[in-house]
């Protein structure tokens, strides 16, 4: 019942007609139906996507300028490439979870001479910071291999009733010689590296969209911890090391290694996270599907005011506990070293 409240307010606002001519939609490449038309007609796997979308519509609605901003919108969330559907996507729910959050939104105008960011952003206390939106997507292989399951399996099924599978190694964050998580974990730090959006005097924030990363193993938000474990196996969080971690600070690669029994030794991180590396970017927003959790750059050129801290506690699906903000004048970077303290010791074991 919940899930058609949220699938009627998408419907609403693209409309049946609209929605109609996305029926026999198949992406050329992964042959999967257009992302909206599927969250309009609430496809289960895309349960949690809806109704973070569906929030984010009837949020914008309730104001005359992000109507116009939204409506403005639909040709980008309405075209074939469902790559920069997604991204499209991931600028709206942002748009609307820091207007929920009560941050008075500005929205920039794009500018053929260069690169820009998507927002202004504007706490109770006047203190402006910058927003940038990334949202992660399957790299090409990824998505070439998907198509190919899916066109072998269409081939295969003409030979009569049966069940047929195929079976294709997904990663994410694309195909190296490196372990999985060594490969994430430079790509998160990397996320938007040249940071050309950021304007001068003002704190820079990148939000990462990875809910369409939800159905792998990458996407889970317990990777924001700085480690973890599940059934005696321990794991580095890829997104805490990516902008915490520095060189040398020992890997755990993933929870199929039994590092308490000695099969395998931890490897050093190959090279520093991104806030040692970068002065200019603020701060870092992961838009998990079920959560939102914020990583603060304590060696920011330019920091977000305490106020901004305070008000980023009112995002609806904020997580406080894997956040790390600078409530007190050096707190992130104690917690950074109490961590660093951990996975030493843990790396000893």
């Known amino acids: 019942m919940i899930l058609k409240c949220y699938t009627k307010i998408i419907q609403d606002f693209f409309g049946q007609e609209t929605l109609e001519t996305l029926r026999n939609f198949v992406d050329p490449q992964t042959r999967h139906s257009h992302i909206i038309y599927s969250m309009a007609v609430g496809a289960a796997s895309l349960e949690k996507q809806i109704e973070n979308f569906a929030m984010a519509i009837s949020t914008l609605l309730q104001d005359e300028s ?22 499209a996507i991931g600028e709206v729910v942002a748009y609307a979870e820091l207007l929920h959050a009560d941050f ?3 929205p920039i105008a794009t500018s053929n001479n260069h690169p820009t960011p998507e927002y202004v952003v504007i706490d109770h206390n006047n203190n402006e910071f910058i927003v940038e939106v990334f949202s992660k997507q399957l790299c090409d292989e990824t998505t070439r291999r998907i198509g190919t399951s899916q066109d072998l399996l269409e081939q295969i099924s003409d030979r009569g009733p049966g069940v047929y599978f195929d079976v294709q190694e997904i990663s994410p964050y694309g195909y190296s010689n490196d372990s999985v998580t060594e490969d994430a974990i430079s790509k998160i730090c990397a996320i938007k590296g040249r940071e050309h959006q950021a304007l001068p005097g003002k704190p820079f924030i990148i939000w990462v969209d990875i809910q ?95 106020f901004t801290r305070h008000q980023l506690t009112m995002f609806r699906d904020f997580d406080l506990g894997k956040s790390m903000i600078d409530f007190a004048d050096g707190l992130v970077k104690q917690k950074i070293e109490i961590a660093y303290a951990e996975i030493e010791a843990l790396a000893k074991k």
Do not use: C
């Not at 973890?228 to 020992?250: E, V």
């Open 212 to 306: 369409n990363s939800g159905d792998f193993f990458l996407g889970d938000q317990d990777y924001a911890n700085p480690i973890t474990s599940w059934k005696g196996t321990l794991a580095s969080g890829h997104y805490w090391y990516g902008m915490y971690g520095k060189k040398n600070l020992p890997v755990f690669n993933d929870y199929t290694i039994f590092y308490h029994q000695g099969e395998k030794k931890p490897y050093p991180m190959q090279h520093n996270g991104r806030f040692l590396l970068s002065k200019k970017i603020s701060g870092m927003f992961f838009r998990f599907e079920k959560s939102i959790v914020f990583f603060e750059n304590p060696n920011a050129e330019q920091k977000i005011s305490m």
């Open 66 to 87: 992000s109507t116009n901003w939204l409506e403005r919108m639909k040709p980008r969330l309405l075209q074939d490439n469902i790559n920069n559907v997604r991204a």
């Open 104 to 106: 008075i939104v500005k």
